[in-house]
């Protein structure tokens, strides 16, 4: 729950893994007590300014969180826009994300605000007790934080509840997956970019309605092997579905009927890279299921200005995830 005043911050701290990070944890749950009153400080609103590229802070389950907020042009504090939130993969960064995605322009042009949640020791807790996370194992409650998140940035940005959605890439892109299935009280619709699901013996059961996802994934990733199995790069330490065992996953989840719609994109751009759209599209509600298949594509962010290679592999220009990922969000609300 969150627990104190929200305030403008000067840096989005760039989250690694040392121990040092723990007894940060340790002191940030002491000085979370307002030792003059015998409890928790109350929130204090900070409305957001106008339309701008704002960090900011926020105490949520004794711990100062921060975040990156991108405010669109023609945004007011009445205008109920859309939220996305953007969470990036381990040890990586809020910056490092908006550079990648370049998410801020989609948003520009769509009318939607974009929040970039710092993890608090470089990576997020999807519950997964098996797969090495700090998170996990220090008991960071990312979940609390983002309900905390969403419930301050509709008072203070004038977000509309019924339309917040959620994308990541690798662990972020996991702990979207997570969210879709603990979180269904916040979020309208998700996406997952260069990750496969976790196999379901090491996390919690997803139960509850159906929630609209979409799938970016390249055919050679080697941190998310779309053959499933055992990750690369030591990513995660737990067995991972395959790509099209996640989708019929949520697929089946969702209630899709009947087979997929297939179609093979344009070739746009010369990149050694192709992409296959696979769209279930006859699911309960007004859920969907959409899966971009990227022939030749890396552990990369589609449509990412950012040069890529080595490791991490191609990344296609041929689609933009951010665009196609916004454009699948705005069909959808709770």
């Given amino acids: 729950m969150m627990t104190a005043r929200v305030h403008f911050s000067s840096t989005v701290p760039h989250a690694c893994r040392f121990a040092g990070l723990r007894l940060a944890v340790a002191t940030a749950l002491l000085l979370a007590c307002d030792s003059g009153s015998g409890g928790p400080v109350g929130p204090i609103p900070d409305p957001v300014p106008g339309p701008g590229d704002f960090t900011r802070t926020i105490l949520s389950s004794g711990l100062e969180r921060s975040y990156g907020l991108h405010v669109p042009p023609g945004w007011s504090a009445d205008a109920d826009m859309p939220l996305v939130l953007a969470f990036h993969g381990a040890l990586s960064s809020p910056a490092h994300l908006r550079a990648v995605s370049r998410l801020d322009d989609v948003a520009d042009q769509s009318g939607v605000v974009v929040a970039y949640p710092a993890a608090a020791l470089g990576d997020w807790n999807t519950e997964c007790l098996q797969c090495g996370s700090d998170a996990v194992v220090e008991e960071i409650d990312d979940l609390g934080f983002v309900s905390d998140l969403v419930d301050q940035l509709v008072a203070d940005a004038g977000i509309d509840r019924r339309r917040v959605y959620v994308i990541g890439i690798s662990n972020g892109a996991l702990f979207v997956h997570y969210l879709a299935c603990a979180a269904q009280d916040v979020v309208a619709a998700a996406a997952s970019v260069a990750a496969t699901l976790i196999a379901p013996e090491y996390v919690p059961a997803c139960d509850g309605g159906a ?9 050679d990733d080697t941190f998310f092997p779309p053959e499933g199995g055992f990750a690369g790069n030591n990513v995660v330490n737990v067995r991972l579905l395959s790509i099209e065992q996640s989708v019929e996953s949520w697929a089946d989840r969702d ?65 933009s995830a951010s665009a196609l990922a916004v454009d699948f969000f705005l069909d959808h609300a709770r």
């Fill in 255 to 319: 209630g899709c009927d009947g087979g997929p719609e297939i179609t093979a994109l344009p070739d746009a751009e010369d990149d050694g890279t192709t992409v296959t759209r696979e769209l279930h599209a006859d699911c309960d509600g007004d859920a969907a299921v959409v899966y971009y298949a990227i022939e030749g594509g890396g552990h990369t962010w589609p449509g990412s200005p950012v040069p890529s290679g080595g490791a991490v592999g191609r990344t296609s220009r041929d689609v």
């Fill in 211 to 219: 929630i609209p996802m979409a799938f970016f994934h390249g055919s």
